[in-house]
DNA sequence: TCGCCCCGGCGTCAGAGGTC
DNA sequence: GACCTCTGACGCCGGGGCGA
């Protein structure tokens, strides 16, 4: 499902930084090249047919739009957990070494 | 049970930005 | 400039939790 897998702790701290951008899947129609049946639709249709359609497509706009909101605060939220990970187990990492250099001082 | 509040999802509108 | 897609904002609705 998602790329962030959740179990890298100790390697890879500048990986996939990038990950969680919210971008265009290709899911919408392109918008040149050759005629569609939609763009024939809408030249033939009235006024509110035509209207019915642009609210039919917003719709399924929105739709997706907020399907990939979702999915990107999952992602989000999900690295939130991984940096977490990697925050403390850096942190155990620093006071252990601290204590092997504080031994050998003494 | 009822009224209230909160939350999530939906449809619609408006506006920005891209393509032709 | 016309047309398209994408997305933020707004209001509405249904469902669930909670106190009275």
């Known amino acids: 499902m998602m790329a962030v897998t959740g179990d890298e702790t100790e390697t890879g701290t ?56 979702k999915e990107y605060v999952k992602c989000l939220e999900n690295r939130v957990a991984v940096l977490e990970n990697q925050n403390k187990t850096l942190i155990e990492e620093l006071r252990s070494l601290k204590d092997i250099y504080r031994h050998k001082v003494e």
Do not use: I, W, Y
């Not at 024939?40 to 009235?46: D, G, H, L, M, R």
């Open 14 to 69: 500048s990986g996939d930084l990038t990950a969680c951008q919210l971008q265009n899947t290709g899911s919408s129609l392109p918008q040149g090249g050759a005629e569609t049946s939609t763009q024939e639709f809408v030249k033939s249709a009235n006024p509110s047919q035509k209207r019915e359609h642009r609210l039919m497509k917003n719709r399924e706009a929105a739709r997706e739009c907020r399907r990939k909101k």
